[in-house]
């Protein structure tokens, strides 16, 4: 069970500051966000943004500041850091990187071995 | 992730949690309703919207919390949530909780009130300006002259080679106590005051209130008629009143123009701050100059000398600044090699003086008391976790750490400590009050001492370290805990681990050892108390009333007029009904130190200048050793047939006798004061030793003389003593009205009853007793109640072995001896490691014990038998109740 969760948890920090570099988002507006570029192919657990958020603030990678939404609303809007436009190139390499070696591994046939 | 952002983190985890908690809440109600109205929009019904919205979202509590963790405050968090266990688990045993938090609360207590006096007497600077560079010049008594001790009053030769040559100094001075007449303003009142130089304000560093200090002109021979009050003078006898500068008042009989009043709360020097051999009065009043002559006399002179040093001049290099002029002085003149010794001694060391060591021994014994305090909670801690090694073990099964485990139950004794803590200094202020009010008078300082920030800080301190040091060796015990085995154990109620019983028995020996040396400390000091009470001072203080008659100088300035006035006055004094005998004396027991002064005796050549024999010469009246209920040992006493022109006569005390004429006798002796201008004096009669400032005093060899034969100008400032019928407390009126009659301006001064002297004297004896007592006694308590805790647990613990023995036709008497003889063990080997302690401890005692040695047998015996029997009485509840034991339950117990 634990390690699922761990992978999805690495690549939810990714999507939402990927979510973010394309504008200041509140909490709501990143899980809106996330399923429209993903064509609604990725569930997210709503109940898990938020600490994923809490966490990626606290690290510095992203800031929020209070605002008005859309209807009028106050609330709470995250946007991309110095530092967290930096991680998300990084992160992103990393991610191509292991994404390539992976779907080599898994495209590798017997005889290749 | 930046330190920056974690400080940041952590700091609104602590300072804004509530508003962050709620903007978590303004944040995710936001996501929910913005969900319902995007369902809604969709077309599903708004209350079905909003429910559908929280379903999806799921635990959102389980999300909160997740965001707190995220938040990096898990430190903050989990102390909150240690604090929050512990308090509930302490709330859970009260008992417990109370019994622990009141034996730190007392050792904690009893140690801030300690240390608020150590604070204020030893290590907060003198309330002066730059306190560090005040000191005291003082002059040594050549070797071989013995004064009483080795300080010399400093001459006015001395005092003027010092300032000529004055360099380590940016202000130098010296001063004499004096007391002043004040008349014309309301009753006549006799004032202590001093005569001091023009520096002295300067040495100190604090400038009158209200107008100035004296200037250089003022400090010169004909122009010393100013004077400067204290806060305290200007308030009592002149109401406050701003005006008062340049107002006449009348001092001595002489009019003196106010210069000054000093601010409130200075009064320098104060008696107990200076070496007892001034005399110096407890509280002086006003201050006018010294005007030293321009040529000084190379007379005696009775000056304290004080000084500032310049910036940057240690006091070693004062030393040799003033070693030097020694070297000029004995250059300069043979005469004077020895009598210009000097020693510099800080202010602040000088203040201290006999104080530190009294005050380490109650350091000492109030160190004692909370180690016992804390051995105790350790005791108790480490019983309890023994009962709660199931939750324990639970909770290591279900994956807390041992480092949780230690953290939580470290949380545990902490809030026990702060709490002991808390409690604790509501009982040092008490015991600070106490010690205001009740202390001996002459502890320097003490009026400085208050429950302030240091004693705060270091009663929040000790409570840490304490709850640290009894906390952590349970808490590694718990941690210790094999899970296995106190799984496959199952039982809460058979031994624990090894280490336990050997680790609580360790501590209640120590308790035992510690308490023992700690009574034994206050047995001996309660055996010197007394023995001091016992001790002959070779008076008789029942139904004495006493009193100083001090004369203005200008009005008595003839010998004829002053013996006149007392012949008048003990004739007026003895009609007085009631007045069973009246004399009058320089000094009077236990009144302070009198004078002393070189003698000269025929049959006794001196055979240096260094070897020169001294004396207390003190001058009576006939009637002053009836007065004083001084027995004569032989001889006779002074008669009012011996007059100024009838044989010069003298009486002197056993110890003189004994050190000049062991064998022969003193009577018919010739003895005088050392200068040949004075004639010898027969020795007519031999008294005991009369003491002077303490009952446990060596006495000095003394000679005393009669009023109307004694050559010195020096009874302008004399004791009267009244032996009376009935009680002398009420004689006072009528004693005053006596002497008003004869002269109305006279003023009595310090009107005390013999007793009230003897138990002032006693004050700081009876102090030390009194406190050691009361820390014996706590120690005493503490080291039961642990003794009755170790015993009963380890009798629960053996219940099921009780059982058996019994059911085996094991006795009751045997089992009630078993225990008994448990407790007698452990309490047998703390007393002997205790006694071992005690003999090494009471070896520095020495100082403070009187008639009783420090290894004195009686004590040690006692004590140990006392301990034995606390220790018994201690555990004889835990024996009845193992011999109650019923084996039928006791087997049945698992």
Redesign the interface.
Known sequence: MAKPIDLLQGTLDMLILKAVSLGPL???GV?LRIQQISKERLEI????L???L??LE???WIASEWGE?D?K????YYRLTA?GKRRFQTETEKWNRMADVIAGILRTTPEEV | ??TW??LH?WQQTILRRSRIES??D???R??M???A?DLARNGVPRQEALRRARL?????E??KE??R????AGFIETLLQDIRFASRILRKNPGFTALAVLTLAVGIGASAAVFSLVNAILLKPLPYPDSGRIVLPELISPPGVNLGSEYMPWGQLQFRALTRDAHPFQAVSAFQNDSFNLTGAGEPASLDGFRASQEFFPSLGIAPALGRAFTAEEDQPGHEYEVILSDRLWRERFAADRNILGRSVELNGSAYTVVGVMPAGFAFPRAEEMPSNFNFPAEPQLWVPLAIPAEPKPGPSELAVIGRLKPGVAVQQAQAAMDLITKHAEEQDHRWTGWFNMRVVPLQRQVVGDTRRPLQLMLGAVCMVLLIACSNVANLLLTRSLARRREFTLRAALGAGRARLIRQLLTESLLISLAGGAMGILIANAGIYFVKTLGPSNIPRLREVTLDLPVLAFALGISLATGILFGFVPALAAARENLVDSLKDGSQKSGGSRISPRLRNALLVSQVALALVLVVSAGLLTRTFFQLLGADGGFNAERVLTFQLPLPSLKYAEQNRIVTLFGNVLERLRAIPGVQSAGIGETVPLGGEGESTVIRMPDHPATSQKELPFANFTVISPGYFPAIGTPLLRGRDFQETDTSNSMQVAIVNATMEKKYWPNQGAIGKQVGPGSTRYPLLTIVGVVPDVKHTSLREETAPEMYVLYNQNPWPSMLDMRVALRTKADPAGMTESVREAVHAIDPDLPLARVATLTTLVNDSMSQPRFSVFLLGAFGVLALLLASIGMYGVISYSVLQRTQEIGIRMALGAQRRSVFGMVLGQGAWLAGLGIAIGLVVALGVTRLMAGFLYGVRPTDPLTFAGVSLLLLGIALLACYLPARRATRVDPMVALKYE
């Open positions: 509140h909490g709501y899980l657990q709503q109940g898990s938020y600490p994923a809490y966490r606290h690290q510095g939404s209807n609303r106050k609330a709470k530092a | 992730m930046t952002s974690r983190s903007e978590m303004t944040e995710l936001f996501h309703e913005s969900r109205e999806e979202f799921g635990g959102i389980t999300a997740e965001c963790e995220a938040r990096g």
